[in-house]
C-alpha cells in the first residue's frame, strides 16, 4: 500500500479524506447540527403554545387521494401523511402537517400549521436543501396566514410569487394548497 518512496499513493490519502468528510457531514446532517432552521418541536412549541401535540402517520384511501387530487388539480405524490394533532387539554386547537417535495433538484420540508377550522396559522421551513439564495423569507410566508382552500391560492392571484425564487414559491404554494386539501379530506373522516 505504501508507494517506494515510503509514503502513501495520492489516490488513496484523497479517498480516505474525501470518505472521512463525507462521515463528518453525514453525521453532521442527521444530527441536525449547524442547521439553520428550528426543529418541529420548537415550531409546534412557539405556533401552538401551552399545548400537547401527538406525531401521526396516516395513509389516505385510493378514494381520498383522487379527493385531493381534484382539488388541487395534480396527482398527490404520497398517501402516506405525516401530522401533527394539537390540543389543548381535550380540545383539537390545531393541526401540523409536514410537506416535503423538490423544489429543483433538492428537497424542501415545510412544516404547515392549520387552525381548528382548518385555516393557515403559520407556514414554517425546517429543510431546505437548495442554494440559500433560493430560500424564501417568512414574511413571504405570512401571505398565507388565515387563507383557507380557495380557487385563488395560486401563485399571481392571492400569493405573489418571487424573482430568483420562483420554483421555491412554486413549490410551496403547491404544498400549501396541498396540506390544505388533504386536511379537507381527512377532516370529513370525523
Known amino acids: 500500500m505504501l508507494g517506494r518512496d515510503g509514503y502513501l499513493p495520492a489516490k ?12 463528518a457531514l453525514s453525521a453532521q446532517i442527521s444530527l441536525g447540527a449547524g442547521s439553520p432552521f428550528p426543529s418541529r418541536e420548537e415550531l409546534l412549541g412557539s405556533v401552538y403554545p401551552d399545548t400537547t401535540h401527538s406525531a401521526e402517520r396516516i395513509f389516505l384511501t385510493e378514494a381520498e387521494a383522487t379527493k385531493v387530487e381534484k382539488l388541487i388539480g395534480t396527482k398527490l405524490p404520497s398517501p402516506l401523511i405525516a401530522l401533527y394533532r394539537v390540543k389543548q387539554g381535550d380540545n383539537l386547537v390545531g393541526k401540523a402537517y409536514v410537506d416535503t417535495h423538490i423544489v429543483r433538484t433538492k428537497r424542501e420540508s415545510l412544516l404547515v400549521c392549520l387552525d381548528a377550522e382548518g385555516r393557515v396559522k403559520r407556514v414554517e421551513v425546517t429543510a431546505f436543501l437548495e442554494p440559500p439564495e433560493y430560500n424564501l423569507s417568512q414574511r413571504w410566508y405570512q401571505q398565507y396566514e388565515n387563507k383557507s382552500l380557495e380557487a385563488d391560492l395560486h401563485l399571481g392571484y392571492s400569493i405573489r410569487s418571487v424573482a430568483g425564487a420562483t420554483l421555491t414559491s412554486r413549490a410551496a404554494a403547491e404544498a400549501v394548497r396541498r396540506v390544505l386539501a388533504i386536511d379537507s379530506v381527512v377532516a370529513e373522516r370525523n
Request: avoid cysteine; aromatic fraction near 0%; glycine fraction near 0%.
Open 12 to 23: 488513496t490519502v484523497a479517498a480516505v479524506l474525501s470518505l472521512t468528510l463525507l462521515v
